[in-house]
């Protein structure tokens, strides 16, 4: 394992250094709220109920809602023991999958790289996205369109139950 992600209750990753732990940070709310950048996928619904696991002897996170419109997850995990030419390669994968009922999410990708110290921009493309700063260029890869101002990707869907939307983010390559 090269680096690791905090995720929250809340579904959102507020610690994140790519590409090993010691690099400077993409995201880090957990810093500051306003500034050290995010990346959150969270049950647009008034009062939800939350609670994580790993699965047994695996790195997968799963964070589970409970609310009155429904129940999802979502699916965190880095994949482990690739080479470089190997897809899946230093991909942070997120997963959300509504087992039951129908559940309105938000997801909100806002980087911060160097720990808000460089600026960076935002390219759509038809994979999703690429976030280019000075030293790190990621590509969000998503399953749905993705909208953007300056410095954040968002995105709402509402998901019926047993459907499921996956999003990676990885290193961009220069040719996307």
Same mark, same amino acid.
């Given at each position: 394992?090269?680096?690791?992600?905090? %995720?929250?209750?809340?579904?959102?990753?507020?610690?994140?250094?790519?590409? $090993?732990?010691?690099?400077?940070? %993409?995201?880090?709310?957990?810093?500051?709220?306003?500034?050290?950048?995010?990346?959150?996928?969270?049950?647009?619904? @008034?009062?939800?109920?939350?609670?994580?696991?790993?699965?047994?002897?695996?790195?997968?996170?799963?964070?589970?809602?409970?609310?009155?419109?429904?129940?999802?997850?979502?699916?965190?995990?880095?994949? %482990?023991?690739?080479?470089?030419?190997? /897809?899946?390669?230093?991909?942070?994968? &997120?997963?959300? /999958?509504?087992?039951?009922?129908?559940?309105?999410? &938000?997801?909100?990708?806002?980087?911060?790289?160097?720990?808000?110290?460089?600026? $960076?921009?935002?390219?759509?493309?038809?994979?999703?996205?690429?976030? &280019?700063?000075?030293?790190?260029?990621?590509?969000?890869?998503?399953?749905?369109?993705?909208?953007?101002?300056?410095?954040?990707?968002?995105?709402?869907?509402?998901?019926?139950?047993?459907?499921?939307?996956?999003?990676?983010?990885?290193?961009?390559? @220069?040719?996307?």
């Amino acid at each position: 394992m090269y680096t690791t992600a905090l %995720v929250g209750l809340n579904g959102s990753i507020d610690w994140f250094c790519y590409p $090993h732990h010691d690099s400077p940070s %993409v995201f880090a709310a957990m810093l500051d709220q306003e500034k050290g950048g995010h990346f959150q996928i969270e049950p647009r619904a @008034e009062t939800v109920n939350s609670q994580q696991f790993y699965w047994p002897e695996t790195n997968i996170l799963v964070t589970r809602f409970l609310c009155d419109c429904g129940f999802a997850e979502i699916i965190d995990f880095m994949p %482990v023991g690739l080479s470089q030419e190997e /897809r899946g390669y230093h991909w942070l994968v &997120r997963k959300v /999958r509504v087992i039951g009922g129908n559940m309105p999410f &938000r997801l909100e990708c806002r980087p911060a790289f160097n720990y808000g110290l460089e600026a $960076h921009r935002v390219e759509l493309d038809c994979h999703g996205a690429i976030l &280019r700063s000075p030293h790190l260029n990621l590509a969000l890869v998503s399953e749905m369109p993705l909208d953007n101002d300056a410095q954040t990707l968002w995105t709402k869907f509402t998901h019926l139950a047993l459907i499921s939307a996956a999003w990676n983010l990885n290193q961009a390559l @220069e040719t996307r």
